[in-house]
């Protein structure tokens, strides 16, 4: 009796003799892209996609020597360095130099944002939902969870680098040549890499996924603006400290320097053996940054769905308000020099100014805009979604079985989250014009801007209201959804107006729909026209959720 029991040990005795950090690592991974198969081509596919789409377009913008001779001194002035770069090859500017000196920045935002949400899907995600306590009661190590959201990442990055310089590389352009297309390949994923890696850290600090994509994203705007003050400042040592540097820095298509590329590397071992120390030091589900202890006995407020909405997003709010905040603030007092730029460039008034309104006021409608993209961000990618995030932990449940009907549930959520949009959008338009009024030395920019902001409230809305209505009928699909809407809104409706790309494809954005004030009179038909078709999709996803199932925890 005593020999079987020692010949045949239990599945937790032999789940303990074989835990180690990484044990269960090959079942997981081959789990997770079996999940991704579909995600992570699409992320892929489009980002490549994009970069190609932008070679075009340029192409056709800028067919002879004098035209990309003309833009070249254009971006040797400060408002232009902070937005795209340090004037990267201008002595013999190429298509090949505007790649890397101006339309690699944008798409790095784009790989970042992938990047974190890889990680955070395979990581926190996991905890969040449960599943990460139940494989690591079994034969599955500490740091497998972690270790395959990095090897995801990795697998989409390099995914991004070969599908960039294999199109890059047959686009047919002179000046783009294969050795900078592998180059410009592996810049981007470099940084990708990078943002995985800091994302890592971030979901050992902050509990729960909403918590951890904002604080890695506002590391990702943190970077955005460093690399911005040190180009402007010619403090390039500052730059340096930047992932957006380090990629522009390789000077694909130009010199071609491919050592930068071992500065993502080190970084990105650096802060994975960060996240991995303090992976062990944190409990499951838990982040190492506790959240305070409140007091003992709680507001009224907190009584109703709307205050608790309001309470428990109050620190994600605040983070992201200040990130969007701080980036009007950043453009604002170089509007001045646009005015200048525009003077002695007929191409900067063929890009800019083709709305019939001053350079100045042209860059003021489209900062706008990318601020009002940024706040439907918010509210349609976090704070709407918070409630699918409470679904599928089992905290809805509880709630909808007391008085609380599903209707003032999610009501709250939306609630919340338009308010929250429409409050990050007038203070950084207000931001914004301030700065911008300082400048140029005209207060009518003030209100103009405000007037800005209100005008781009229907797009807010219409991002949330497709969220809510996915969350009703595919709740699975929600972020994925309103984040596709982002994408294209930026990708091609907004960099479709700096780089040339004409025709009905940048007109499908609801961002694009509205008129670009103070460029262009405001158009009440194409506002009320978003707002009818937000209004409906309310609807939708209302009468939608109140009959479908709950999830419950797996």
């Known amino acids: 009796m005593t020999s079987q029991q020692t010949s045949a040990p239990t599945a937790g005795g032999a789940s303990r003799k074989a835990n180690g950090t990484l044990t269960g690592l090959s079942t997981l991974l081959r789990m997770a892209l079996r999940r991704d198969r579909f995600r992570l081509p699409a992320w892929a596919i489009g980002i490549a996609t994009g970069v190609i789409t932008i070679l075009v377009a340029a192409s056709g913008g800028y067919s002879s020597e004098a035209e990309l001779a003309e833009r070249a001194e254009m971006l040797q002035r400060p408002a232009l360095i902070a937005i795209s770069g340090p004037s990267i090859g201008v002595e013999n500017y190429t298509l090949g130099a505007f790649l890397t000196n101006e339309a690699i920045g944008y798409m790095l935002i784009v790989v970042a944002l992938m990047s974190i949400f890889f990680v955070v899907r395979h990581t926190r995600t996991e905890e969040d939902a449960g599943r990460a306590e139940l494989l690591r009661s079994n034969v599955v190590g500490r740091h497998a969870s972690l270790a395959v959201g990095m090897i995801v990442a990795v697998i989409a990055n390099l995914a991004i680098a070969i599908l960039v310089a294999i199109g890059l590389g047959t686009a047919g352009v002179d000046s783009v040549t294969w050795e900078g297309s592998w180059l410009y390949g592996l810049a981007m994923a470099g940084a990708g890499m990078f943002f995985a890696a800091t994302t890592a850290v971030a979901v050992q600090l902050r509990g729960q996924s909403t918590p951890a994509i904002a604080l890695a994203t506002l590391l990702m705007f943190v970077m955005y603006v460093i690399r911005s003050v040190g180009d402007v400042a010619g403090a390039y040592w500052l730059s340096w400290f930047s992932p957006f540097a380090w990629a522009q820095r390789t000077y694909a298509f130009v010199d071609n320097l491919w050592w930068p590329l071992l500065v993502p590397v080190v970084a990105s071992a650096a802060a994975v053996a960060l996240a991995v120390r303090l992976s062990s030091r944190r409990d499951l589900g838990a982040g190492l940054w506790a959240n305070r202890p409140g007091p003992s006995s709680a507001s009224s407020t907190l009584a109703s769905p709307s205050g608790m909405r309001w309470r428990l997003q109050r620190g994600v709010l605040i983070g992201w308000t200040l990130g969007i905040v701080g980036f009007g603030l950043l453009y604002g007092p170089l509007i001045g020099d646009v005015e200048s730029v525009a003077a002695n460039s007929t191409q900067i008034g063929n890009i800019i100014a083709d709305t019939g309104g001053s350079a100045a006021e042209a860059l003021l409608a489209h900062l706008v805009s990318i601020l009002a993209i940024f706040s439907a961000i918010y509210g349609g990618a976090f704070a709407v979604l918070r409630a699918r995030n409470d679904e599928v932990q089992g905290l809805a449940e509880p709630v909808l079985a007391t008085g609380v009907g599903r209707t003032r549930w999610l009501g709250s959520y939306v609630g919340v989250a338009a308010l929250s949009s429409i409050g990050i959008l007038f203070l950084?338009?207000?931001?914004?014009?301030?700065?911008?009024?300082?400048?140029?030395?005209?207060?009518?920019?003030?209100?103009?801007?405000?007037?800005?902001?209100?005008?781009?409230?229907?797009?807010?809305?219409?991002?949330?209201?497709?969220?809510?209505?996915?969350?009703?009928?595919?709740?699975?699909?929600?972020?994925p959804a309103v984040w596709l809407l982002a994408s294209y809104a930026i990708a091609i409706g907004k960099l479709g107006e700096l780089f040339g790309v004409g025709g009905w494809a940048p007109q499908l954005s609801p961002f694009s729909m509205v008129s670009r004030y103070p460029a262009e009179d405001v158009s009440a038909l194409a506002i009320v026209g978003l707002l009818i078709v937000a209004t409906g999709l309310f609807v939708v996803g209302f009468r939608a959720f109140r009959t479908r199932d709950i999830t419950t925890p797996v």
């Open 428 to 479: 950084s338009a207000f931001g914004l014009g301030v700065t911008a009024a300082a400048s140029v030395g005209d207060d009518t920019i003030l209100p103009k801007m405000l007037l800005a902001a209100l005008v781009y409230v229907a797009p807010v809305l219409l991002t949330i209201s497709v969220s809510v209505a996915f969350f009703g009928f595919a709740p699975s699909f929600a972020r």
